[in-house]
C-alpha cells in the first residue's frame, strides 16, 4: 500500500466494518476515546472534525517525528492541530515534557483514508483524502513534513520541557561554561548515542574522525573559548576515548530522565550529533547555534538504502564533509631540535601541504592554526589531529632515562638535536596505523611522507599520488638506493657500521601491508633495545625488517626515478614506474611440489602416472617433489584440527592442500595432475605475486557446459609464499568451516563407531554426514577471490591444459606446464603432444610402491 490511498466508506457514508480490522493493528480502543486540547488551537470536545492520525512505532525520537509528521501534514491540509497518535497507555517516554501528544479517538477512523510513506527517511507528499480523516504512517522521519512556520509554533508548544527539566538542563550548560572561567564561554553539547544502536545494522556510527572535525570546526571557530559535555548513554565508552580527552571537554553523568539530555542539547550554544532520533529531536528544538552531524545511514542495508539525506537532515545543519578517495597522505609536525631550522621546515611544510591528495597530519596544538591555513585549498580533504608529541607509542613504551642513554650512544649526536627527534622517526608506521583507523576518507592506500621532503615546487597543487597501481597488493613500496641485504655478521643493521640503503622519507603501502609492516617494525624496535643497540635511526629499523622479512617490500631502485632518489618514491607516484623497475627479495631457490595419496587402496594407473612423471621431471631440479600419504600428515600439518579424522578422504585433501600452502608454500598439484615440465621456471612469479596457480577460462567448454564460473583452478596451485595475506584468508576460513561442521561430522561418527567408512573416491555430491562436495575448498573461489583477481593479486603464470593439450587460460599459445586427466573433451582426439606424455608409462605397481621414499622431507629447509 505504499505510496497509494485507500478509502474504506460503505455507499451509505457509514463506517466499513474495516475499523474491526485496524483497531487491533492499531492497539486502540473501540470505546470513544477524548481528544486532548492541542494547545488552545481545536476545541477538545470537537471530536467530528477532520483528523490526522499515526500509529505510535518506536521510542521517544521515533514518537516525536510520528506526531510533528502528523500535525505537519494536517497543517498543509488546512487542518491546524487536527492531529493525534493510536498508543499504548504507556507516558513514560513523555517524561518531563508538559503536555503528551493528542490521543485519537475511534471517530478517527470513520470514513478514513490510509496512505503510507514510501521508505524509510524519504520525504512523501500526502495527498487529500478522499474521506473525511486521514490515517499516515509509518515512521514519517523528514523535517520536510512540518517544516511550515505554523507547524514549527505549534510543535515548540507541544514538545515544551516541565520546569524541572529545563533547569537541570540549564544548569548542565551552565556548569559547563563555569568549567572555563569564562562567562563568554560556547558551550557545545555533544550527543554520543551508542547502547542499543550498536547491534542496528542499518545504523553506521561515526567514525573518530568524525570527533576530531567537529571539535575542531567549534574550536576554531570560537578561537579556543569553547567548552564541550558530552551526553551519552555509554559514558564509560566516551571517557576511555582520546578524542574526548581534552580539558576543555567534559562529560556528563547520567541524567535523571532521558528528556534533561534533550533539553540541554536544545538549549547548548551548538551541538555535534552523532546517530539517532533522540539527538536530532534535541537539535531540531534548539532556536540558535550551529548543528554538525554524522549522516547514520548504512547504504549496504536495504531498509536504508534509498534513505534521502536531505530529507532528513535540515537544510541549515552542516554534514561531515567525508569524501572518499583511494590514497590518503599522512604526516607529522611538532616542534623540537632537528637537523634543520623551523625557517628550513617553515618553506618545505609549505610545499609539502600544498599538494591536492586527502592527508592526515598528526601536530601538535600550537601548529594547528599553521597547519590548517597551509591545507586551505583542500580542507574537505584535510583530518587534522592534535596531540603531544610524548603520546606516541615510543615515548610511552620507554622511559626518559633510555632515551637519554640513546642520544649518548647516536654516533650522529650533537647539542642541536634531541631525543624528541627519535620519536617522530620511529613512529612513522604507527602514525599511519592511527590514520587507517580513523580512516576519514575510505582509503585502501596510505603513504607516508615526511612534511619536509618535498623541497622542490614540482607537485604544488596538484594531486601526488596519480599512480596507485604501482602500490604492491601486500607488500610496502619502499625507495632504495641498491637493493638492500642481510649482512653477514648480524641481522640487527648498524648504520654506522653497515650503511643504510633504504630511504623512510616516503613509503607506501595498502592497509594489510602497513599492519604487518608496523607490528614487524614495533617487534624489531624492542629487539635493538633488549640488545641494547642505538635504535634512534629510522632506516636500520625498515631495513632490518625488509631483510628479516623478505615478502613484505617491495623496493624502487634509482635508475627508475629522476631527481634527488632518496625522495624518488615521490616521483615513482606522481609518474608511475613499470614493475621491472621495482624488485622484491629474491625468494629461495629451492622449493617443493605438494601431491597427496591418501587411503591404503593402490592409486590407480591414472593417478600414479601423474606422481611418477613430476617425480622424475624434478629430479634434478631446484624443487622437491613430496608425495603426501596417510601417515605424512601428522608430521607435516601437526596440530590438527580435532576433526580432521572425521572428514572423508576428498575433504582430507581439500584440507591437507589449503594448510600445506599456508605452512609451507610452493605448489599443490591435485591426483590427476601430470607435470609436463619442470616447474623451475615459475619460482619467478613470486617477485611480483605471493599467490599464483593456473587459470581457467570462463568459457573453457567443460566448464561453459556446466555453468561454472571460476578462473583460478584448485588442482593446480603455485608458486605460493607461505602465509601470505590470501593464503591466511583460505586458512582462517577453512578453520572457520571446521568449527561450523563439527557438530554434524561428530553426531554423524556415532553411528559408524567413530570411524566413517568413506571409500575413495566419493561419487555423491554429498558426503555421508551430508556436507556438500568442495565445502572445505569452495569458501576461496566465491567474493575473496574474485576481489583478488580484480586486484591484481593472483598471478597466472602456470599453463594449464587439457589432454588435448589445450591450454584453459587466456594465453591459447602458452605451452602446457601441466596437464589435467579430468579435462577432456570427448569429441576431440588426444593430441600427439599430449600422447607423448600420458603413454610414456611405466611399471604403475612399482612405481606405487616407491611413492614411500625413505629420504624424507624437511620442510624449513624447503619452504617459500
Known amino acids: 500500500m505504499k505510496g497509494h490511498t485507500a478509502s474504506f466508506v460503505r455507499t451509505d457514508g457509514s463506517a466499513l466494518p474495516l475499523l474491526l480490522i485496524i483497531a487491533p493493528l492499531l492497539s486502540i480502543d473501540l470505546c470513544e476515546g477524548v481528544l486532548f486540547s492541542t494547545s488552545g488551537l481545536t476545541p477538545a470536545n470537537d471530536a467530528d472534525a477532520p483528523m490526522v492520525s499515526v500509529k505510535c512505532n518506536g521510542r521517544l525520537g521515533n514518537q516525536m517525528f510520528q506526531y510533528a509528521s502528523a500535525v505537519g501534514v494536517a497543517t498543509k491540509l488546512h487542518r491546524m492541530g487536527r492531529a493525534c497518535m493510536f498508543c499504548e497507555d504507556d507516558a513514560s517516554q513523555w517524561e518531563g515534557f508538559l503536555e503528551t501528544p493528542p490521543k485519537c479517538s475511534s471517530n478517527s477512523l470513520r470514513d478514513v483514508s490510509v496512505q503510507f510513506e514510501r521508505g524509510y527517511a524519504r520525504y512523501h507528499t500526502f495527498r487529500r483524502p478522499a474521506g473525511t480523516n486521514l490515517l499516515i504512517g509509518k515512521y514519517l522521519q523528514s523535517w520536510k513534513y512540518f517544516d511550515t512556520p505554523q507547524a514549527r509554533r505549534h510543535l515548540l508548544q507541544r514538545f515544551a520541557f516541565d520546569n524541572t527539566v529545563s533547569t537541570e538542563a540549564l544548569y548542565t550548560v551552565a556548569e559547563s561554561r563555569a568549567s572555563r572561567k569564562s562567562e563568554s564561554a560556547v558551550v557545545v553539547a555533544v550527543h554520543v ?153 617553515a618553506i ?128 610496502m613500496l619502499i625507495m632504495a638506493m641498491s637493493y638492500p641485504e642481510q649482512p653477514t655478521d648480524t641481522s640487527w643493521i648498524i648504520k654506522a657500521q653497515h650503511g643504510t640503503h633504504v630511504a623512510g622519507a616516503v613509503m607506501a603501502g595498502r592497509v594489510v601491508a602497513w599492519r604487518t609492516f608496523h607490528a614487524r617494525f614495533q617487534q624489531v624496535v624492542r629487539g635493538y633495545a633488549a640488545r641494547e643497540l642505538f635504535v634512534g635511526e629510522d632506516q636500520a629499523v625498515i631495513q632490518t625488517v625488509c631483510t628479516r622479512h623478505l615478502s613484505l617490500c617491495t623496493f624502487v631502485l634509482p635508475h627508475a626515478v629522476s631527481g634527488d632518489k632518496w625522495f624518488g618514491l615521490h616521483w615513482a607516484l606522481y609518474h608511475g614506474v613499470g614493475t621491472s623497475n621495482m624488485q622484491r627479495p629474491t625468494p629461495p631457490q629451492n622449493g617443493v611440489v605438494w601431491q597427496v595419496w591418501l587411503g591404503s587402496d593402490t592409486p590407480p594407473r591414472e593417478v600414479a602416472l601423474a606422481l611418477h612423471k613430476c617425480d622424475t621431471l624434478h629430479r634434478n631440479a631446484n624443487l622437491s617433489v613430496q608425495v603426501i600419504l596417510d601417515d605424512d600428515v601428522q608430521q607435516y ?3 590438527l584440527h580435532p576433526s580432521y579424522y572425521l572428514l572423508d578422504r576428498v575433504e582430507q585433501s581439500d584440507y591437507i592442500r589449503t594448510e600445506l600452502l599456508y605452512r609451507y608454500g610452493g605448489f599443490y598439484l591435485g591426483a590427476g595432475v ?82 566413517i567408512p568413506y571409500r575413495y573416491p566419493r561419487t555423491g555430491g554429498t558426503s555421508i554426514c551430508g556436507t556438500p562436495w568442495g565445502y572445505f575448498t569452495d569458501f576461496v573461489n566465491t567474493d575473496e577471490l574474485w576481489r583478488a583477481t580484480k586486484a591484481g593479486e593472483l598471478g597466472f603464470r602456470m599453463s594449464l591444459c587439457d589432454i588435448h593439450a589445450r591450454p584453459t587460460g587466456m594465453n591459447e599459445t602458452a605451452g602446457c606446464d601441466v596437464i589435467h586427466l579430468g579435462m577432456a573433451n570427448p569429441r576431440r582426439k588426444v593430441s600427439p603432444a599430449a600422447t607423448e606424455i600420458l603413454l610414456n608409462l611405466s611399471d604403475i605397481k612399482q612405481l606405487a610402491k616407491n611413492f614411500k621414499r625413505e629420504e624424507r622431507f624437511d620442510p624449513a629447509l624447503w619452504a617459500f
Open 193 to 345: 548515542r551508542r547502547t542499543d544502536k550498536l547491534d542496528e545494522g542499518r545504523t553506521k556510527h561515526p567514525t573518530a574522525a568524525f570527533y576530531y572535525w567537529a571539535f575542531d570546526y567549534f574550536r576554531h571557530l570560537h578561537e579556543e573559548n569553547v567548552t564541550f559535555v558530552v551526553l551519552s548513554d555509554d559514558a564509560a565508552w566516551c571517557r576511555s576515548q582520546p578524542f574526548f580527552a581534552r580539558e576543555d571537554t567534559s562529560i556528563a553523568p547520567e541524567m535523571t530522565t532521558p528528556s534533561v539530555a534533550m533539553a540541554t542539547l536544545s538549549v547548548a550554544d551548538h551541538r555535534i550529533l552523532s546517530v539517532g532520533t533522540f539527538g536530532w529531536w534535541g537539535a531540531w528544538l534548539a532556536e540558535r547555534g550551529v548543528t554538525l552531524y554524522h549522516e547514520e545511514f548504512n547504504r549496504d542495508v536495504l531498509e536504508t538504502r534509498a534513505a534521502v539525506q536531505r530529507d532528513y537532515y535540515p537544510s541549515n545543519w552542516i554534514a561531515y564533509p567525508r569524501i572518499s578517495s583511494e590514497s590518503t597522505v599522512v604526516t607529522a609536525y611538532f616542534q623540537t631540535r632537528s637537523k634543520h631550522t623551523a625557517g628550513e621546515y
Open 637 to 639: 600439518l601437526n596440530p
Open 674 to 755: 601430470v607435470c609436463a615440465r619442470s616447474l623451475d621456471h615459475l619460482t619467478s612469479s613470486l617477485q611480483t605475486h605471493d599467490v599464483s596457480g593456473a587459470q581457467n577460462r570462463i568459457d573453457y567448454p567443460p566448464h561453459a557446459k556446466r555453468g561454472e564460473y571460476v578462473v583460478f583452478n584448485r588442482n593446480t596451485l603455485g608458486p605460493m609464499r607461505a602465509k601470505a595475506p590470501l593464503l591466511t584468508v583460505w586458512h582462517e576460513g577453512l578453520m572457520r568451516q571446521m568449527q561450523l561442521a563439527t557438530p554434524a561430522l561428530r553426531n554423524c561418527s556415532q553411528h559408524h563407531d567413530g570411524q
Open 348 to 475: 618545505w611544510m609549505s610545499k609539502t601541504l600544498s599538494i591536492l591528495d586527502a592527508m592526515v597530519i598528526f601536530t601538535s596544538p600550537d601548529m594547528t592554526a599553521t597547519i590548517r591555513k597551509l591545507r586551505a585549498h583542500a580542507l574537505d580533504r584535510t583530518h587534522i589531529v592534535e596531540m603531544r608529541l610524548r603520546d606516541v607509542w615510543v615515548a610511552q613504551e620507554y622511559s626518559k632515562a633510555f632515551w637519554e642513554n640513546q642520544f649518548r650512544i647516536d654516533p650522529q649526536n650533537s647539542s642541536q638535536l634531541s631525543y624528541e627527534l627519535y620519536w617522530v622517526w620511529l613512529s612513522k608506521s604507527w602514525f599511519v596505523d592511527q590514520a587507517m583507523q580513523l580512516d576519514p576518507f575510505d582509503s585502501s592506500i596510505y603513504v607516508w611522507c615526511d612534511i619536509g621532503s618535498m623541497r622542490q615546487n614540482m607537485y604544488r597543487d596538484r594531486v601526488l599520488i596519480r599512480h596507485p597501481e604501482i602500490v604492491p597488493s601486500s607488500r
